[in-house]
């Protein structure tokens, strides 16, 4: 799939500071490549999906503004 990091803005992120993959954010669709995977990209700023590889970062200056 995509083979640079998708950069994402805190708006990007879910409630819980996910996101999901496969995702648009990509330019995937989610019936196209694998089962729906939560990435949680808050805590540690980026995380890449088992699947595919795909990594998801903050954006840099972004901040998840979530619950604690």
Same mark, same amino acid.
């Given at each position: 799939?995509?083979?640079?990091?998708?950069?994402?803005?805190?708006? &990007?992120?879910?409630?819980? #500071?996910?996101?999901?993959c *496969?995702?648009?954010?990509?330019?995937? =669709?989610?019936?196209? @490549?694998?089962?729906?995977?939560?990435? &949680?990209?808050?805590?540690? #700023?980026?995380?890449?999906? *088992?699947?595919?590889?795909?990594?998801? =970062?903050?954006?840099? @200056?972004?901040?998840?503004?979530g619950?604690?």
């Amino acid at each position: 799939m995509s083979k640079n990091p998708i950069e994402l803005l805190a708006k &990007d992120l879910n409630a819980q #500071g996910g996101v999901f993959c *496969p995702s648009p954010l990509a330019d995937m =669709k989610i019936w196209d @490549g694998h089962p729906k995977v939560y990435l &949680d990209v808050a805590h540690t #700023g980026e995380a890449k999906c *088992p699947y595919c590889g795909t990594v998801y =970062k903050m954006k840099a @200056g972004e901040h998840f503004g979530g619950h604690h």
